[in-house]
């Protein structure tokens, strides 16, 4: 399950990872950090094997479908509209 969540960066740079997100990770972990325009993934770094590939994948489709809401260029429906598209995705 996707958790998402809202940060501040310092004036130092440095970026609090909410606590619900950072479950599992500890002091001294290492962490990839991964940027592709506008987005910043951050990723455990004894994590990263072949969904690597999918990763950048997700990031690319998910900004892209940020500008197309951005741009106006989404359908409206209903909320049971929509539960029966996702549904479908089975």
Known sequence: MENIDITIMSSKGQVVIPQDIREGIKEGDKLIV???KDQII???????DKN???????????????KDIENGRFKKMSTSDFLKEIRSFR
Request: no cysteine.
């Open 52 to 66: 690597f590939e999918e990763d950048l994948k997700f990031a690319k489709s998910t900004e892209e479908a940020w």
């Open 34 to 36: 991964i940027k592709n």
């Open 42 to 48: 951050l990723k455990k770094a004894d994590k990263l």
